[in-house]
């Protein structure tokens, strides 16, 4: 393609810019040699023919990484300065906080027997003292290298930071012995930002986002910057680059580091923020309600405009009048005020129509949307149950999927990675009696096994539950620990002792319950004291 003058004069000044000219008017020539766009894609494209509305939307298909890495860090921001300042955006990520974490997982060993030859005595006796051992370490805020927060704390804490920012890291240090702590592990969590490539470098084959992978793409270290980037406290001194790298495991192979996120595609470094796909959605709503809510208190003032015949301000109102703008002289409406007008003058009253009657279908119809984004029906996502029993019930129950699925997911993660790294340590000093924990892996996973249940999901009709799950416990379908975890959200043998001895004394006393008509008496009920006078 031949320049023309005006390109050759853009080449004398610029000559880079003049080069870039050129090749867009090559590029744009090729384009307007070739079939149109809707006709290509309608003979080559499985899919059909390409509509206008997204004739320029062409997409490409790249990997995880070249996905997700680009946008993490204004993700990462948004995401937080929305969670801050939206409400829509708080209530997701506090209800996922509620539902999935609520004051905790807790421990419940569950040891094989079939591997360790145990009895069930033996099992329940060594579960009794390993999670009371585990209590005296997770109980006290000791557990954290800030001393701030207990165990089942810095569950919520993680959970929070793995949905604002898409992932979290934790390291798992040794720290002093006390007279009260005899346990040297510590948690420390730290956000996403700490974790990054060294001096700011490219991503390459073998690193990317701060993590290097080995054979296989599994991660082997994760590069630890020393201070947080967006720490802009003077007097530091150093890059907020700088740092070191750090083993995810130890020679041993205990763990060092922990990364918490969920992996949504194979080959995906870094986790994503809970809200990446509706930020700009939620943005935009918090806007619209700013400017509803702006609107509304404006026009809570009475404004009244004030018509002449000449189509001029009267000069009280223009500000030629003596003392017109003047402190203690402004113009306006009291009550009960009578206020006279010139011949001909004629007030007129602002009537802007708000608030918007519309306003609130609207954000509940886009709510439905985000809801079906964040997993949560919008019901529980903005605290109403307006609809019938069925309905409520059948919110809460696809919720608690998603919510069940998070709550596996930070069990594994992270309760369960501490818990081994814990019980290691309680054998190694002798805490916990484990024979064979060391010698084999076998065994070690025998005494590891451990189930992680939390807060029940709550109950719409208690009366009705509580027979369903009485009738499973009948028919030998489910045991008396988990119905008492899925009602009640507490351990069935924490409570056992105090079912019994309850029991104990009200049939001494003959206080029993009194079975109903036409029911079967327990066996071992004594008659009431009314029944044997």
């Not at 955006?89 to 905790?104: E, F, H, L, Q, S």
């Not at 201070?227 to 763990?255: A, C, D, F």
């Not at 060092?256 to 943005?283: E, N, Q, S, T, V």
Request: one cysteine or more.
């Amino acid at each position: 393609m031949e320049q023309n003058v005006l390109d050759r004069a853009i080449a004398a000044v610029a000559p880079s810019w003049a080069a870039d000219r050129m090749k867009a008017r090559v590029q744009l020539s090729a384009l307007a040699a070739l079939p149109s766009i809707s006709a290509v894609a309608e003979e080559n494209s499985p899919g059909g023919p390409t509509t206008p509305a997204n004739r320029w939307w062409r997409p490409r298909p790249r990997d995880a990484r070249s996905d997700t890495l680009r946008q993490l860090p204004d993700q990462r921001a948004q995401s937080r300065e929305l969670s801050r300042t939206s409400p829509i955006a708080a209530g997701a990520i506090n209800t996922n906080i509620d539902r999935v974490v609520g004051t905790g997982l807790a421990l419940s060993a569950q040891p094989n027997l079939k591997v360790l030859g145990w009895d069930p005595e033996r099992a329940l006796e060594w579960k009794a003292h390993t999670q009371n051992e585990f209590s005296l370490w997770a109980d006290s805020t000791e557990s954290d290298i800030e001393g701030s927060l207990t165990f089942y704390q810095q569950q919520g804490l993680l959970l929070r930071a793995v949905l604002e920012s898409g992932d979290a890291f934790t390291l798992l240090p040794d720290g002093e012995r006390t007279s009260t702590q005899p346990y040297a592990l510590r948690i420390q969590l730290m956000e996403a930002d700490r974790v990054g490539n060294p001096a700011g470098q490219l991503d390459s084959p073998s690193m990317a986002g701060g993590v290097l992978f080995g054979k296989g793409g599994a991660p082997e270290k994760f590069f630890l910057y020393d201070q947080h980037p967006g720490n802009y406290l003077p007097g530091r001194g150093k890059s907020p680059h700088s740092g070191q790298w750090v083993e995810r495991l130890g020679r041993s192979g205990r763990r060092r580091m922990l990364h918490h996120f969920r992996k949504l595609r194979p080959g995906m470094p870094r986790g994503m923020p809970y809200l990446a796909p509706i930020i700009d959605c939620i943005k935009q709503i918090a806007r619209y309600s700013e400017a509803e809510i702006m609107s509304a208190v404006l026009t809570s003032y009475l404004t009244v405009f004030i018509e002449t015949p000449s189509g001029n301000a009267a000069p009280v109102f223009d500000g030629t009048s003596p003392g017109a703008g003047a402190p203690g002289q402004e113009i306006g409406l009291g009550m009960g005020a009578v206020v006279g007008l010139a011949p001909g003058e004629k007030p007129s009253f602002v009537n802007p129509g708000r608030p918007n009657p519309n306003f609130e279908p609207f954000i509940l119809a886009v709510i439905k949307q985000m809801g079906m984004a964040l997993g949560i029906p919008y019901e529980l996502l903005i605290k109403q149950f307006n609809s019938s029993f069925s309905a409520s019930k059948a919110a809460l129950l696809d919720a608690w999927v998603y919510f069940r699925s998070v709550r596996t997911w930070l069990a594994l993660s992270f309760c369960q990675a501490v818990y081994e790294t814990w019980l290691a340590e309680a054998v190694a000093i002798g805490r916990v009696p484990a024979p064979g924990f060391f010698s084999d892996p076998l065994i070690r996973w025998a005494y590891s096994r451990a189930a992680w249940p939390g807060d029940s999901m709550g109950s719409i009709n208690p009366k009705d539950e509580v027979a369903a799950y009485s009738a499973a416990i009948d028919a030998r379908l489910m045991t008396r620990e988990r119905a008492e975890w899925e009602l009640w959200g507490t351990d069935w043998n924490d409570t056992y002792e105090q079912k019994l001895s309850e029991h104990t004394r009200l049939k001494a006393d003959g206080m029993l319950p009194v079975p109903k008509a036409g029911a079967a008496a327990p066996a071992d009920a004594a008659p009431s004291k009314e029944a044997q006078a």
